[in-house]
């Protein structure tokens, strides 16, 4: 057994590269062989990932934030045999938002989290699959893909340098409130269509975005369908009543907002929309996207 961990060591603003030695101590206590590999740049995740596939690892363990596990799911699937499982994944959620390991529901202390990967509890869960403007190849994502809204508030937290966690996201937020617009957007799912403006559409495999943001409190990760929150054009007054919401998913409950479960979506935006995936952007702007679930 041997399992390769790769650490952003510039997670949570250069914090995760001082959890190195305790990761170390914890596999040594358990006696599993292992690596730490770091990554230098964006994108080495998914081939560190990719290249422990072909080397023949036992598993392969993400040490860092939401970004460095979406890279690390975009590695391990584009490795995997069509139609099969990946090699087992594991989190050691060392970053700023944690959503994904917040999904799963991942032990906080380190010695715990090593237990519980070298335990090999094992679930199998959905993986949501994104493709831009008829691009022959897509994004994979774990936890949550997000048009509109969302990426604005993401692109706007990355500003604010100085903070982290719920912190930066809510800078973020109040940030993006002054460049909030609403997009014009066809969207068709199974058994629905929405044709008119939009200030946010979240497509959603776990339940909670951005740290703090309750985008889909009943989302399973192995239900295999995305809980989507798609919402209508709301006026800056209704957005401020509808924000408190966003911390405990009730902003749902609103008129203008809409909550359905598909397996797929299909979504034209004729101005062009950023796209975020995991926390991470992938796009500034795109007019026609696609999404599956695998």
Sequence with gaps: MT????????????????????????????????EIVLTTQPKDAITLAQQAVAQGYTAVVAAGGDGTVNEVVNGLVRGAETGRPTLPLGVIPVGTGNDFAHMLKLPKKMKAIIDNIVAGATRQIDVGYVVIDGATTGHYFGNNCALAMEPMVN????????????????????SALFKLKAWQMDVEWEG?????PSVLLSICNGPRAGSTFMMAPDAKADDGLFDVALAEDLSMPQILRVLPGLFNGAYL????????RTAWLKIRVPEGTPIHADGEMVTNSAETITYSIL
């Design 192 to 196: 629905g269509r929405f044709s008119g």
């Design 155 to 174: 692109m706007e937290s990355n500003r604010f340098t100085r903070l982290h966690g719920t912190p930066r996201y809510l800078a973020g937020l109040v």
């Design 3 to 34: 399992h390769r961990i790769i650490l952003n060591p510039y997670a949570n603003q250069g914090r995760a590269q001082k959890q190195i030695e305790s990761i170390r101590a914890a596999y040594r206590a358990v006696n599993i062989e292992h």
């Design 253 to 260: 409950r609103h008129p203008q907002v809409q909550q359905f």
